[in-house]
């Protein structure tokens, strides 16, 4: 039986235009700009100055509190200028910038194609390597993986879940991962259950990937306590309270987190990149990332170093494939964000370059809500983006935003998605969620 969650969804154009696609890596560039803000929370720290020589996998970039991450060079070379830059959203943020000089890198790494099965050391010892590599989540939210492996001592991980969902329309990257490493994301999910001193894994993959699913299973097989489960087709499968509900019927309360109910959710991605990072010696430096769009011939899933020029990457698949406006949106149509600039270059969660025509994304006029309810009954969170975006509109009605539980959110867009009145609720519920989400930080931090 097909497992999904119970409360709201929808159902896109699912749009894998690039699922068959094998992986490529992606050829070296003569520059590199590397964000130390990728991963949720404090950017880093930069410990390199103009003029410093830098081999692939050497820290450039060092936490700078406890919710934040080390960051590695991608390449060899010069540092040119360490400066702020506009990243994916024209954010300024704090940039490393290497000339690429050869490829030669950190001698530790483990470069061969040997899979390494067997490993060793203490949960805290495993989550210090993977702290060491500056692992993130890879499915978008880029929290730190060695936070997540380590909960509060009042709280106690039985399952973990590896997300293979890839709901999201147009996005393959994990897909192809899934198919042509198997093996090294289960070894990186045992590695995973030890850190977290749990028995039981669960590996959630959407139906429209059945070799995804059939390489999995297979890899999965010669590991006790690691399952694979057949997922329902259904936005947003891959929201991490959505999954525990349909593997555990146990429901994230409001304003809790997702190990509240005993489970911790890492993407397929960030199970590989543990592999890497524990087996191979291998720290994030690189990802898999879809390049696509309808209106793209020339698609690819290419493995891109960190810090990557999105125009490098266009330019490969020979530019903008129509002429007048375009818009390029990192990671899908549904949660991904607009990109802003085009000389921004690829982070950790970077897992979609898609391009949509000015057809494609010309909203219709907005109408008056007619009160049909299809935003609430989409909803995965059981809110009613209605009455929140009305609210909204009152203007200066955050107490009543905040207990309509407007912070539970996840910013799915399947409100957006069925509205016939073509309202922005999205947009609308977004911009007032941060203003909420201030009120509650400032009030804690009393």
Request: proline share 7%.
């Amino acid at each position: 039986m097909k497992k999904t969650f119970k409360i709201g969804g929808t159902h896109p154009k699912d749009s894998k235009l690039s699922s068959e696609i094998a992986i490529e890596s992606f050829p070296p560039v003569p520059r590199v700009c590397i964000s130390m803000a990728q991963h949720l929370g404090a950017p880093a720290t930069p410990i390199v100055a103009k003029g410093d020589k830098v081999v692939v996998g050497q820290v450039i970039g060092e936490p700078a509190g406890f919710i934040s991450g080390f960051v590695h060079s991608s390449v060899s070379g010069t540092v040119a200028d360490v400066l702020p830059m506009a990243d994916l959203a024209g954010n300024m943020v704090p940039h490393v910038v290497i000339d690429v000089e050869g490829d030669e890198w950190d001698p530790a790494i483990d470069r061969t194609d040997k899979i390494v099965t067997e490993s060793s050391g203490t949960p805290e010892q495993l989550i210090a390597k993977i702290k060491a590599a500056g692992i993130v989540g890879m499915g978008g939210a880029t929290f730190p993986t060695h936070v997540k492996l380590a909960p509060p001592k009042d709280k106690k991980a039985e399952y973990l879940i590896l997300n293979g969902a890839e709901c999201e329309p147009f996005v393959t990257a994990d897909d192809r991962i899934m198919r042509e490493k198997p093996v090294q994301i289960v070894i990186g999910a045992r590695i995973m259950m030890r850190a977290l001193s749990v028995e039981k894994c669960f590996i959630a993959i959407e139906e429209n990937k059945p070799a995804a699913i059939a390489a999995m299973t297979k890899a999965a097989g010669s590991y006790v306590g690691i399952e694979v489960l057949k997922m329902k087709k259904k936005y947003p499968q891959g929201g991490e309270k959505q999954l525990i509900d349909a593997i555990t019927s146990r429901q994230v309360p409001s304003g809790a987190l997702p190990i509240d109910t005993g489970c911790v959710v890492q993407n397929v991605a960030t199970a590989l990149a543990v592999y890497e990072a524990v087996q191979k010696n291998k720290p994030l430096f690189e990802r898999v990332m879809t390049v696509t769009g309808n209106c793209l011939q020339n698609r690819k899933n290419y493995k891109v170093r960190i810090g990557t020029p999105l125009k490098d990457i266009l330019a490969a698949v020979g530019g903008a494939p129509v002429e007048g406006n375009m818009k390029y949106i990192s990671g899908g149509p549904m949660m991904g964000k607009a990109i802003v600039n085009l000389d921004a270059t690829t982070q950790k969660g970077s897992s979609c370059l898609l391009m949509l025509t000015e057809e494609e994304t010309l909203r219709k006029p907005e109408s008056n809500c007619i009160r049909c309810g299809k935003c609430a009954e989409a909803c995965p969170m059981g809110l009613e983006p209605w009455l929140l975006n009305k609210l909204a509109r009152v203007g200066d009605r955050y107490d009543d935003l905040e207990q309509n539980n407007i912070a539970d959110c996840i910013e799915c867009g399947c409100c957006l998605y069925t509205c016939p009145a073509n309202i922005p609720l999205l947009d609308i519920i977004r911009v007032n969620k941060a203003e909420v989400m201030k009120i509650i930080r400032a009030r804690q931090a009393k």
